[in-house]
């Protein structure tokens, strides 16, 4: 059974970046989309970026990363990196990768989850 262990959050003033990493125990053919959603304090659940490993294929969910964070797969170290820049107060969040066959925006398309990240942006 594959399992996700999301990594590498912290607090950060804003303007300030962090890279958030998502380690498979085994990718399989099941797991070629890792997606990366956040849920902030008091709000649902939303998604942020998602990766197909397979075609390098890239998903922009919220408007409010684009030309912030980008997505990244290592293949080898079985490893999706989400990098952060430029963080703002609004960023604050549990960071959370997902796995499943496809990219999508609803978190019920994906049926395996690491643990969650915290990511703090203090001004």
């Known amino acids: 059974e594959v399992q996700l262990q999301a990594s590498g959050g912290g607090l950060v003033q804003a303007g300030g970046s962090l890279r958030l990493s998502c380690t498979a125990s085994g990718f399989t053919t099941r797991h070629d989309a890792i997606g990366w959603f956040r849920q902030a304090p008091g709000k649902e659940r939303e998604a942020v970026l998602c990766i197909e490993r397979s075609d390098g294929r890239i998903y922009y969910y919220a408007d409010s990363v684009k030309g912030r964070f980008t997505i990244s797969s290592d293949i080898a170290r079985n490893t999706v990196t989400l990098q952060m820049n430029s963080l703002k107060l609004s960023d604050t969040a549990v960071y959370f990768c997902?796995?499943?066959?496809?990219?999508?925006?609803?978190?019920?398309?994906?049926?395996?989850w690491g643990q969650g990240t915290l990511v703090t942006v203090s001004s």
């Open positions: 997902a796995g499943d066959q496809e990219c999508s925006v609803y978190q019920r398309d994906f049926h395996t």
